[in-house]
C-alpha cells in the first residue's frame, strides 16, 4: 500500500473518531481581576461521563497552542493557575479551545472568542473602612488584588467614586470623586449612621466594563467636635490658674505650712521636767505609774482653803 493511501486512511480514521463526540457548547473565555478562565457547556443528548482538555494561544505565539486542563471532569479551566504554567502578559489577546472525549471517542475543538486582558477583564469590587473623627467619617479605599500585575500597574491611578447616606434614608445619598485612596466625609450629621458604597472608575479607552461597586458599609459618627477657640481658651485658663498657685504658693509658703502643720506647747509643767536619758524603745522591765495633773494653785489660796 502506497504512503499516500496510508496517510488518506489514517485521516479518515482520525475524522471519523473525533466526530463520533458531540462537542462543547457554550464555550466563552472570561476576566476577573485580571484572571482568565475558560467555561463551556457539556454537549447535549449525553448520559455517560464525559472529559475535556484544554489549550490556549496568546495572539504573540500564533503557531503554537498549549495544553492548559487535560482530561478534567469541570465545565472550566483556569488557565491563569500558576500550577498550569502559562505565560499571561496584562496586555495580551487571547483565546482557547476544549474538545470533548469519552473512551475512544473526542469531539472537535470548539474555540473561544478573542479576549485581551486589560480591556475586557471585569474589575471587582474595592474594600472599604470607615473610621469615625468625631462628627466626620474617614474613608478607606483598598484596590482589589489581580492575579496578573496590580491596579496601578495596568490602568494607573483609578478614580473612586464615593456614595454616601444615612442608614434608611438612601434618597438623601451624596456623590463625590476622588484620586486618593483616603477622604474624609464632612458636613454629616453627628450621632447618625451612614453608610458608604465605593465603585473604581477607569479610563473607558481602557477598559469599558462596569467595575463592581463594593457592598455599603455603615458605621455611626460621634459628637461634634469643640470649637478650636474654645480648646484655646480652656487651655489658657488652666494655665493660668497653674501660674497663680505656683506663685502664691512660693510667696506664702511659710503660712500655709504653718495654717496646715500647727505647732502644740506642752503644759508648763511638764516643759520643766528634766530629760530622760536615752533608754531602748521597749524595756521589759520597767514599769510605768500613771501621771495625774491637778490644777495648781499658790500657798496662800492653800492656807485659806484650809482655814
Request: include cysteine; aromatic fraction near 8%.
Amino acid at each position: 500500500m502506497s504512503p499516500l493511501c496510508c496517510c488518506f486512511i489514517v485521516s479518515v480514521c482520525v475524522t471519523a473518531l473525533a466526530s463520533g463526540l458531540p462537542p462543547p457548547r457554550n464555550v466563552r473565555l472570561t476576566s476577573h481581576n485580571m484572571d482568565l478562565y475558560l467555561r463551556w457547556r457539556p454537549p447535549e443528548n449525553l448520559s455517560n461521563q464525559i472529559f475535556y482538555s484544554t489549550k490556549l494561544q496568546a495572539s504573540f505565539d500564533s503557531v503554537l497552542s498549549r495544553p492548559a486542563c487535560v482530561n478534567t471532569s469541570a465545565l472550566f479551566c483556569e488557565l491563569s493557575e500558576p500550577g498550569l504554567k502559562l505565560t499571561l502578559l496584562e496586555f495580551g489577546q487571547y483565546n482557547a479551545s476544549v474538545r470533548a472525549l469519552s473512551g475512544n471517542e473526542m469531539s472537535d475543538w470548539v474555540y473561544s472568542q478573542p479576549l485581551t486582558m486589560d480591556k475586557d477583564t471585569v474589575i471587582g469590587p474595592p474594600m472599604v473602612a470607615l473610621v469615625p473623627q468625631g462628627a466626620c467619617l474617614e474613608v478607606s479605599v483598598k484596590d482589589p488584588e489581580f492575579r496578573v500585575s496590580s491596579m496601578t500597574n495596568v490602568f494607573g491611578l483609578p478614580q473612586y467614586n464615593i456614595n454616601y447616606w444615612p442608614r434608611r434614608r438612601a434618597h438623601q445619598a451624596s456623590h463625590m470623586q476622588v484620586r486618593q485612596n483616603r477622604v474624609v466625609l464632612s458636613g454629616l450629621e453627628p450621632w447618625t449612621e451612614y453608610c458608604v458604597q465605593v465603585q473604581i472608575h477607569v479610563d473607558p479607552a481602557r477598559n469599558q466594563n462596569s467595575a463592581e461597586a463594593s457592598k455599603p458599609v455603615c458605621e455611626s459618627t460621634a459628637d461634634m467636635p469643640s470649637p478650636p477657640w474654645i480648646t484655646a481658651v480652656v487651655t489658657f485658663v488652666a494655665l493660668a490658674l497653674t501660674v497663680a498657685v505656683v506663685v502664691i504658693t512660693v510667696i506664702y509658703h511659710k503660712q500655709i505650712f504653718h495654717f496646715l502643720c500647727p505647732k502644740h506647747s506642752l503644759p508648763q509643767p511638764l516643759q520643766n521636767l528634766p530629760e530622760c536619758p536615752h533608754a531602748p524603745l521597749f524595756v521589759p522591765e520597767e514599769q510605768c505609774h500613771p501621771l495625774t495633773m491637778i490644777p495648781w494653785q499658790d500657798e496662800g489660796e492653800h492656807l485659806t482653803a484650809n482655814s
